[in-house]
Nanobody
Framework: QVQLIESAGGLVQPGGSLRLSCEVS????????IAWFRQAPGKEREFVAA??????????YYGDSVKGRFTISRDIAKNTMDLQMNSLKFEDTGAYYC????????????????????WGQGTQVTVSS
C-alpha cells in the first residue's frame, strides 16, 4: 500500500523560507511522477510544482505564482520528495499536499489533480508577520 507522509509545515514571515518534505512508502519513488498542490481557505486546490520522470532524471514544472521562488526535488535513495519555498508571500498561505502518479501523463496533464493516484494528508503553511 502506497502512503505519502508529509513533514510539518509552519509559520514563517514574509520573505522567509521553508522546506516541506514528503516520504513515500510502499513503492519506490522512481516509479512515480510527483507534485505539490496547495489550497487556501475558500479557494480551490492549486497546482504548485511537478516533477515528471524521464530516463534517469526528469523535468520540473511550476505554477506561475511560484516560478522562480519554489523548487521541487526528489531523493530516490531516501524515497522522499521536497518543496523548497523561498521569498514567501502572504498569498502562499495554505494547506500543502504532496501527490504521486503512477501514470506517465504529458506534462500539461500533470498540472491537474486528476493525474494523481496518491496524496499526502496535507500540511499547513502560514506566512504572517
Amino acid at each position: 500500500q502506497v502512503q505519502l507522509i508529509e513533514s510539518a509545515g509552519g509559520l514563517v514571515q514574509p520573505g522567509g523560507s521553508l522546506r516541506l518534505s514528503c516520504e513515500v512508502s510502499g513503492r519506490a519513488l522512481s516509479n512515480f511522477n510527483i507534485a505539490w498542490f496547495r489550497q487556501a481557505p475558500g479557494k480551490e486546490r492549486e497546482f504548485v510544482a511537478a516533477f515528471r520522470r524521464s530516463g534517469g532524471g526528469g523535468m520540473t514544472y511550476y505554477g506561475d505564482s511560484v516560478k522562480g521562488r519554489f523548487t521541487i526535488s526528489r531523493d530516490i535513495a531516501k524515497n522522499t520528495m521536497d518543496l523548497q519555498m523561498n521569498s514567501l508571500k502572504f498569498e502562499d498561505t495554505g494547506a500543502y499536499y504532496c501527490a504521486a502518479s503512477s501514470s506517465n501523463y504529458i506534462s500539461s496533464y500533470l498540472r491537474r489533480e486528476q493525474a494523481y493516484d496518491y496524496w499526502g494528508q496535507g500540511t499547513q503553511v502560514t506566512v504572517s508577520s
